[in-house]
């Protein structure tokens, strides 16, 4: 059974970082798609960031997130400074089971979710 279990959310000031972590278990995922999605309240899902082959951002986080990947300990990161309110949502962890993906943002494209974890950021 695969798993991917989020960790490293929490409360933030604005301006501030947080490191967000995604563990996989069950299968590896090495060079497979991997991606962060987040859901702010009474909003849809909606693509962050990805990692492959290369890494690739939605516009709004560029130069401020920075995902990268551990395949040694099947692991995503998400690195994000810089922190703005507008970015508060519980983010998720997804993986792909194709290594090939045509859109990284489309969430169709990824099988297995983590649960999320809370991003708030707040003065």
């Known amino acids: 059974q695969v798993q991917l279990i989020e960790s490293g959310g929490g409360l933030v000031e604005p301006g501030g970082s947080l490191r967000l972590s995604c563990v996989a278990s069950?299968?590896?995922?090495?060079?497979?798609?991997m991606a962060w999605f987040r859901q702010a309240p009474g909003k849809e899902r909606e693509y962050v960031a990805a990692?492959?082959?290369?890494?690739f951002y939605t516009d709004s986080v560029k130069d401020r997130f920075t995902i990268s990947r551990d395949d040694d300990r099947n692991t995503v990161i998400l690195q994000m400074n810089s922190l703005k309110t507008e970015v508060t949502a519980v983010y998720y962890c997804?993986?792909?089971?194709?290594?090939?993906?045509?859109?990284?943002?489309?969430?169709?494209?990824?099988?297995?979710w983590g649960q999320g974890t809370q991003v708030t950021v707040s003065s």
């Open positions: 997804a993986a792909s089971a194709n290594w090939f993906v045509l859109d990284y943002s489309v969430r169709r494209d990824y099988e297995y």
């Open positions: 069950g299968r590896t995922f090495n060079d497979y798609p």
């Open positions: 990692t492959s082959r290369g890494t």
